[in-house]
T-cell receptor, first 114, second 112 residues
Framework: DSGVTQTPKHLITATGQRVTLRCSPR?????VYWYQQSLDQGLQFLIQ???????AKGNILERFSAQQFPDLHSELNLSSLELGDSALYFC?????????????FGPGTRLTVL | KNQVEQSPQSLIILEGKNCTLQ??????????LRWYKQDTGRGPVSLTI?????NTKSNGRYTATLDADTKQSSLHITASQLSDSASYIC???????????FGAGTRLFVKA
């Protein structure tokens, strides 16, 4: 158990809908990362937050947005969902988010878009 | 274009044997290289992190090497166990270390 929690574990929804994925980092970790893992694309970095502020952005679509709250938990919002958005979404956290510290991954949220 | 390529795509070995997985990258500027182990359907677990100046790092039976000149890394697994069956993913960070590029992974099967 990495200490990172993600909810829900599974999510099934329809195209065009909007969903919110939630992540709670390990105690004491200030940085949160979001990743997408699909069968055809592998793991991709989406976005990173540090202490409430966006620090780095990867291949995140404009239909997706994220934020980190004052209590350090983070949410990833996915809107206008398409079939291709079906994937495992992982959240990871690290102590200071320098890009060189160890990242601890949560168990993931499996999103299925029908 | 920044890329990370891993080989082989998959590998089958007998329990107790050693194996080596390869990672070649074209990421520039280079910040650090990580190896992760990922069991099916679970989150990746960090094995090693290496910066430019480090050329070897060990974590138990896992030893990673880095040649920053040739932009190659390897992960050596010693005395494999059934629980080593997993995907091994090489990840390279560019610039300040905030943007990461993932390799497609090597799927390792350890058989009794």
């Amino acid at each position: 158990d990495s200490g990172v929690t993600q909810t829900p574990k599974h999510l099934i929804t329809a195209t065009g809908q909007r969903v919110t994925l939630r992540c709670s980092p390990r105690s004491g970790d200030l940085s949160v990362y979001w990743y997408q893992q699909s069968l055809d694309q592998g793991l991709q970095f989406l976005i990173q937050y540090y202490n409430g502020e966006e620090r780095a952005k990867g291949n995140i679509l404009e239909r997706f947005s994220a934020q980190q709250f004052p209590d350090l938990h983070s949410e990833l919002n996915l809107s206008s969902l398409e079939l291709g958005d079906s994937a495992l979404y992982f959240c990871a956290s690290s102590r200071v988010g320098t890009g060189k510290d160890t990242q601890y991954f949560g168990p993931g949220t499996r999103l299925t878009v029908l | 274009k920044n890329q990370v390529e891993q080989s082989p795509q998959s590998l089958i070995i007998l329990e107790g044997k050693n194996c080596t997985l390869q990672c070649n990258y074209t990421v520039s500027p280079f910040s650090n290289l990580r190896w992760y182990k990922q069991d099916t359907g679970r989150g990746p677990v960090s094995l090693t992190i290496m910066t430019f100046s480090e050329n070897t790092k060990s974590n138990g039976r896992y030893t990673a090497t880095l040649d920053a000149d040739t932009k190659q890394s390897s992960l050596h697994i010693t005395a494999s166990q059934l629980s080593d069956s997993a995907s091994y993913i090489c990840v390279v960070s560019e610039g300040g270390g905030f943007k990461t590029i993932f390799g497609a992974g090597t799927r390792l099967f350890v058989k009794a």
